[in-house]
């Protein structure tokens, strides 16, 4: 079945540094990846996604870009902030009539000014 | 702009009592999801629907019921509560499966 990998947390950064949180996946076809956010107390949101191989999603800074040869979807910023504390998932979706989003265990990070 | 609308925010349940998570969207979207999130363990589908009428079971069904009358509405409901089933509950939609999926603010739900 499709998994998502993620890196074990919890992470925690001074501000400006730079962030890499690793994302494999395990699925079969061509699944749409996504990285999604939640900050303390809230619902999950969407942070970027890439729908096919190569692609690069970026949003607020971060970016992330679809491998296919390395099955993976790493996240990166290069200049965090405090506010950029929060759980961080990756998640897919393979596509297909009864298709649904696979979700990674999460990760933490927190930023210290 | 409602969105995703759960309700409630918090509930508190004995062991053995049955509840009805509410769970609205005004997007118009077709596949709804209900996921529970337990601390470390990150999300867990429980039931997911592509569409009225239609509902399927995710990784962790047991214990849990779902039906899906019109496009807008997804209740989930618990049967005989335990304490298990402490957790975060989160409803979630999007128009397919491969495009942005929109959250609810979450049930925090303790069984007693």
């Known amino acids: 079945g499709n998994s998502v990998t993620q890196m074990e947390g919890p992470v925690t950064l001074s501000e400006e540094a730079f962030l890499t949180i690793n994302c494999t996946y395990t699925a079969t076809g061509y699944p749409s990846l996504f990285w999604y956010v939640q900050y303390p107390g809230e619902g999950l949101q969407l942070l970027l996604k890439a729908t096919k191989a190569d692609d690069k999603g970026s949003n607020k800074g971060f970016e992330a870009t679809y491998r296919k040869e390395t099955t993976s979807f790493h996240l990166e910023k290069g200049s965090v902030q405090v506010s950029d504390s929060a759980v961080y998932f990756c998640a897919l979706s393979a596509g297909g009539a009864n298709s649904k989003l696979t979700f990674g265990k999460g990760i933490t990070l927190s930023v210290r000014p | 702009n409602a969105g995703v609308t759960q309700t409630p925010k918090f509930r508190i349940l004995k062991i053995g009592q049955s509840m009805t998570l509410q769970c609205t969207q005004d997007?118009?979207?077709?596949?709804m999801y209900w996921y529970r999130q337990d601390p470390g363990m990150g999300l867990k589908l429980i039931y997911y629907s592509v569409g009225a009428g239609i509902t399927d079971k995710g990784e962790v069904p047991n214990g849990y019921n779902v039906s899906r009358s019109t496009t807008e509405d997804f209740p989930l409901r618990l049967e005989l509560a335990a304490p298990s089933q402490t957790s975060v509950y989160f409803c979630?939609?999007?128009?397919?499966?491969?495009?942005?999926?929109?959250f609810g603010q979450g049930t925090r739900l303790t069984v007693v």
């Open positions: 997007m118009n979207h077709n596949y």
């Open positions: 979630a939609s999007s128009h397919t499966a491969n495009t942005e999926a929109f």
